[in-house]
């Protein structure tokens, strides 16, 4: 027994049940230890599945020093909390599904698991069974041909007790968390599968449910999702489209069946894997051919706990488990997904409210990384400014309150004080509930935008800059930049009102995004001439490769020798943005042209011969090649603060190894193509 994996179990509910039951059969693991909120409710469980350890509390059992892996059974609100509490314990983790409440809280808890280097899997038990292993084979040797459309239902019908978890708003209640998570993981499984990879992720998702009067969570709902299928002769790509029902006052049929272009498959019992007529097995349809008819695919009957435990202990080295079990990517596409389907049908839990965001458990403590970020100063401004600046543009992430608070917390924990926010962002009131909820206006370096064409002029610039305040919840911002120059007013105008502002205290210091250098040196030779402040800083584009064409309209890029040249005479503080050019030193390429935005504006023959330096130097450095990217414009002869807009905490931890970069002024120049050779 000693060599087997020593687990401790979270919760004493039915579901921490099985799983002790299962440990009891597993060919790898051993309970050893239990963790109840009471001293009595621990006991009981440890004498039911013979515990020879009964932990009181949660906090007890993750320091017995004996646990070498956890198995986290909380109602859904909780897990997030508690894994990253036993990542932080040196635990290793299998955590029920749903891993967390959403997307945001999954990223936080990997990188909980990546930081402190213990294993993490999320617990989908069908993901380690044997008919999914074999599910999986029988989609890749095309038995139906090429997969068109996927059904998939997981439902039933439970008592109407708006106490239960499955009902009640605070608990996540609700049916696509509970059991449509199934179907979703299911879904991207077989579309993954059927296109030769581990899973795949819905480009479209669109759902409709029906949310309790009473309870406030989905009691039933479906979704539909597309899903990009494989390309065929002649080059036609058809979509894979996918049906998920659900539901926790419904009974459903809870199957799967997958329709191909030769036949279908229908799988009887998907989710516990048990014995249909005594087998457990998968219904192959063929239509037409030598093989045409119904086949019955028999697997092994195994206990499906035992065999989650078991794929736990075959993973520890590498961190993580392999297809068809939940990696992390797996996980993460999977939260997402779950993310659109209640965006899709209205359903924000109450803990998701801005108000009610709370702080995960590590973050907001000191920074625990190599890569803290560095900080330095702008003069006019009373505490140091983080040498990497944090974007608020929060596109693309469906439930944008806790997203936004998932990133922010993880920058200002990693060393990180600078958040850059603008009118047009429309993410003032998400960064503004979040230094409220957080209490740390007074260490975070606060950058507002405003006055954006057309809105260009001296009153716009105090009307945007009042509702701007009022939006952050603050009375004043660090820096504030007008967001772009009107040539047609004179710079005299501008400087007045700025100065107005900053001597009643809304901004402590000003510049111009997107001036030209030949308007900002107007702007301060005025400011010199009246005894007024003039601009502190620019922030224009400055990155190692050339914007091609404007990203938006009025967008003015300092990467240019001329500019460079006057930032260097002028020592000007230059907040870079689109600092790693939007993602061209990781996803371009000559044959990529998915992206048109990235194709359009930095495609070029002089940017990609830089792309191959940034390559060859990252290669022979050990760093990512945006890496390199990145240590270009921090190392400049003159004083730079880029900002940058990572749309995931794992993007965030990836960009800091910059920091420990240092770039001679003969590399920089070879980098930038001025130089054939970086010489010695």
Known sequence: MSDKLKWGIIGTGGIAATFARALAVSQSGQLLAVGSR????????????????????????LADPEVQAVY????????????????????????????????????????????????????????????????????????????????????????????????????????????????????RLIAGAATGRDFAEPFEVQGMGHIGAQSGVDEYATALMRFRGAPEPPGERHDILAQLVTGVQLNQENVVRIFG?????????????????????????????????????????VNLYAAEADVVAENIQRRQAVAPAMSWNDSLGNMHAL????????????????????????????????????????????????????????????????HGFAMFDDFMERGGNCFDTAVVYGSEPIVGQWIKNRGVREEIVLLGKGAHTPYCDPESLTRQLHESLGKLQTD??????????????????FIDVLNEHQQAGRMRVFGGSNWSTERVDQANEYARRKGLQGFSAVSNNF??????????????????????????????????WSSQARGFFVRAAPDFQEDAELVRCWYSEDNFR?????????????????????????????????????????????????????LSPQELRWLNLEEKTRGN
């Open 38 to 61: 009471t001293p009595q409710a621990a006991t009981e469980f440890g004498a039911r599945f013979g515990a020879p350890r009964c932990h009181g509390s949660y906090e007890e059992l």
């Open 72 to 187: 986290i059974s909380t109602p859904h609100p909780f897990h997030a909390e508690w894994a990253i509490k036993a990542a932080r314990a040196g635990k290793h983790i299998l955590c029920e599904k749903p891993l967390t409440m959403n997307h945001a809280e999954a990223m936080t808890v990997i990188e909980a698991a990546h930081r402190h280097d213990v294993f993490l899997m999320e617990a989908f038990m069908y993901r380690c069974h044997p008919q999914t292993a074999k599910l999986v084979e029988l989609l890749r040797d095309k038995a139906i041909g090429d997969v068109r459309l996927i059904q998939a239902s997981f439902g039933f019908h439970s008592a109407f007790d708006l106490e239960s978890r499955l009902l009640k708003n605070e608990l996540g209640g609700g049916g696509i968390l509970d059991v449509g998570c199934y179907c979703v993981s299911m879904a």
């Open 261 to 301: 272009t030769r036949g279908h498959i229908f799988v009887p019992s998907p989710w516990f894997c048990g014995p249909t007529d005594g087998v457990v097995k998968i219904m192959v349809r063929r239509d037409g051919g030598p093989l045409a008819g119904t086949e019955e695919v028999v697997t092994e009957e």
């Open 339 to 402: 993310d659109r389907w209640r965006a899709a049908i209205g359903l924000t839990y109450e803990a998701e409210k801005p108000a009610a965001m709370r702080l995960l458990a590590g973050a907001g403590k000191a920074p625990q990384t190599n890569h803290t970020i560095k900080q330095s100063r702008i003069a006019g401004i009373d505490k140091p400014v983080s040498r990497l600046v944090m974007g608020s543009v929060l596109d693309g992430a469906s439930l944008r309150t806790p």
């Open 476 to 493: 004043y911002v660090d820096i504030y930049m007008m967001h772009r120059d009107n040539p047609q007013v004179p710079v005299g105008e």
């Open 543 to 576: 990155s190692m490769a050339r914007m091609v064409d404007e990203v938006w309209a009025g967008c003015i890029s300092a990467s240019d020798a001329a500019s460079r040249e006057w930032f260097t005479r002028t020592q000007m503080p230059l907040l870079a």
């Open 610 to 662: 830089r792309l191959e330096r940034v390559r060859q130097l990252a290669e022979e450095r050990g760093y990512l090649p945006i890496n390199i990217a990145l240590a270009y414009v921090l190392c400049q002869p003159f004083p730079t603060f880029p900002l940058i807009g990572p749309s995931t905490l794992e993007e965030t931890r990836t960009s800091l190894p910059a920091l420990d970069i240092e």
